[in-house]
């Protein structure tokens, strides 16, 4: 699973791997892939300090890189408590009442909320880049658009390549005239945020728009045989997340979640705004429904929806609240259906590949015979 972009950052499968475990993003690399460790849960500069260490002395010398989320463009002098203020006494009451209903906990007197909308302002992910460059990372992906100007500069004056996601072609053309190096084309099937658009038709649209840029492809890969297929529509390589969510590696911390990944089929995620603010695919759930139920007040925009639910979300993952609890996820969960090491992972996804060339090469006439 060789490409140029693969050959050019010395990976021997072009594999990119998106997870907010530093785990499962050393064992990438260490499988021959690029592992790319998501920022935006960390909101301390230690924290984020601690985990680089952590890949730098796990990882073997391999290759990585790190997603962030920054806007290409910001609002001065709004600070969180601002923001805070915007969000309605109604829909304040709406979280109350729907977490009553289920019987969720209150946390402990004192105990903080463990997931913060913070990790998507733009300060903080200055923050996180402060800490990165100080590390061998060999690329920085933004998952909100091209980075701003100022943060692609930095990135190519120390040698590291710079990704975005596009949801169109649109999109891609728009990070190609920023001067990124990559595009990560995300089809409607990817899990988190994600625009309209399935991969089969967004893949090759995004090629030929940013052309000879290289382009990976994302959204409802999950086997060997897809990844060849992304190959043929002109990608140079793919990104893939949710894949994995139900690994070994993985720390998420809940049995009760992880049994639903694996229970789950390729129907059982929506694209909602409930956690974000914008459509984000993930498991469907009595939460997400009760979100998008038009009887209800509906989700407000990004970033109050995030700040609204913060505690909430972090409830119902402490207390394993089975009918409320979800996570971001994409269509290809309905694969996910046993817990097996990222090497594993790998391996499944190279005997896929090859049963792919070899059928294409059959069709052509060229098969081993």
Do not use: C
Request: glycine share 12%; proline share 6%.
């Amino acid at each position: 699973m060789e490409t140029e972009l693969s050959k050019k950052l010395g990976i021997e499968h072009a594999i990119f791997g998106f997870t907010p475990f530093p785990a499962v993003a050393a064992a990438i690399s260490r499988a021959g892939g690029f592992g790319v460790l998501g920022a935006v849960r960390y909101t301390a500069p230690d924290e984020l300090k601690r985990d680089l260490d952590w890949i730098e002395a796990h990882v073997e010398g391999k290759p990585y890189g790190l997603d962030v989320v920054m806007p290409a463009k910001k609002v001065e002098g709004v600070t969180e408590a601002d923001v805070e203020a915007m969000i309605p006494e109604g829909h304040r009451q709406f979280v109350k009442d729907t977490l009553a209903k289920y019987g969720v906990p209150q946390l402990a007197e004192g105990e903080a909320s463990g997931w913060r909308i913070t990790g998507w302002m733009e300060q903080v992910a200055r923050t996180q880049l402060d800490v990165a460059f100080d590390y061998p990372i060999r690329l920085l992906a933004n998952a909100l658009g091209s980075p701003p100007a100022d943060v692609i500069k930095r990135a190519h004056d120390q040698g590291v390549l710079v990704a975005a996601l596009a949801g169109s072609a649109r999109h891609a053309r728009k990070h190609a005239d920023a001067g990124i190096d990559i595009v990560v084309a995300q089809g409607y099937e990817a899990g988190g945020h994600t625009g309209e658009i399935a991969s089969m038709v967004l893949t090759p649209e995004a090629v030929e728009a940013v052309a000879p840029l290289p382009v990976l492809a994302a959204g409802g890969i999950g086997s060997g045989e897809q990844v060849a297929a992304a190959l043929t529509l002109g990608a140079q390589g793919v990104w893939l997340g949710s894949l994995w969510l139900t690994t070994t590696e993985a720390e998420l911390h809940s049995r009760a979640l992880t049994r639903k990944l694996l229970a789950a089929g390729s129907g059982d995620t929506v694209r909602s705004r409930a956690l974000t603010g914008k459509p984000a695919r993930q498991l469907r759930t009595e939460w997400t429904d009760a979100w998008d139920d038009p009887a209800g007040p509906g989700p407000l925009p990004m970033p109050l929806q995030g700040l609204l639910v913060a505690e909430a979300v972090s409830r119902i993952q402490k207390y394993e609240v089975e009918p409320l609890l979800g996570t971001p996820v994409g269509q290809i969960v309905g694969r996910m259906n046993s817990e097996r090491s990222v090497q594993a992972v790998f391996d499944d996804l190279t005997r896929g590949f090859e049963r792919a060339v070899d059928r294409l090469n059959r069709i052509a006439g060229r098969g081993l015979r």
